[in-house]
């Protein structure tokens, strides 16, 4: 990432100073009127992560965190612990460590995801309907099976740096745009 902070180079719904930051693609950035709220939580303890494979919707058969909708008044943490805990039968202290706004092609929404993290849990890890769980040594999570951005993100939530980003998508998932960065800032209203 490049040590350096940049109010010229923030990405829409990005505000503040950031240390660090890595960024790519040519096109612009999508704009989108609507915004909604989600959340996706990570378990890594002893040298791995859990990691969920989707059997269902927007990333059908990738790997990623537990989440989903933050539904009419609920907290974005409560909403966290409920998905987490309806995806992987576990409940756990989670604490936010990130946020990434992100669109994809073909849906006219921005999905505002803030990202949390936790290195206990409690209960039996079950797979369910919407998720197929797994553990991954973190020296070998499997990117090729993930969000083309994860690369980028992911290694912030396992060395518990908060940070901020930004991804544009396309209608088959490729990756056009993205911006991540570190060590300050904020998400704008």
């Not at 909604?36 to 990691?51: C, F, M, P, S, W």
């Not at 909708?69 to 966290?80: L, M, N």
Request: charged share 25%; net charge negative; glycine share 12%.
């Amino acid at each position: 990432m490049t040590p350096a902070t940049s109010r010229d180079k923030l990405p829409p719904g990005i505000a503040g100073e950031w240390v660090g930051f890595t960024e790519g693609g040519q096109n612009p950035w999508r704009i989108l009127d609507q915004t909604r709220y989600y959340t996706n939580a990570y378990i890594v303890r002893d040298g791995q992560i859990l990691l969920g494979r989707k059997k269902r919707g927007i990333g059908l058969n990738y790997y990623n965190g537990f989440g989903g909708k933050v539904e009419v008044g609920e907290s974005s943490k409560q909403a966290a612990r409920r998905e987490l805990e309806e995806e992987a039968g576990i409940t756990a202290p989670l604490d936010q460590v990130g946020t990434l706004l992100f669109t994809k092609e073909g849906v006219e929404w921005t999905f505002h995801i803030n990202i949390y993290r936790a290195e206990e849990y409690e209960g039996e890890i079950v797979e369910t309907e919407e998720m197929c769980p797994e553990w991954f040594p973190v020296s070998r999570i499997p990117y090729d099976r993930m969000w083309g951005s994860d690369k980028y993100w992911l290694p912030l939530v396992l060395s518990k740096k908060p940070f901020i980003g930004r991804t544009d998508f396309d209608a088959d998932n490729h990756l056009q745009k993205w911006w991540f960065g570190h060590d300050g800032g904020a998400v704008s209203a």
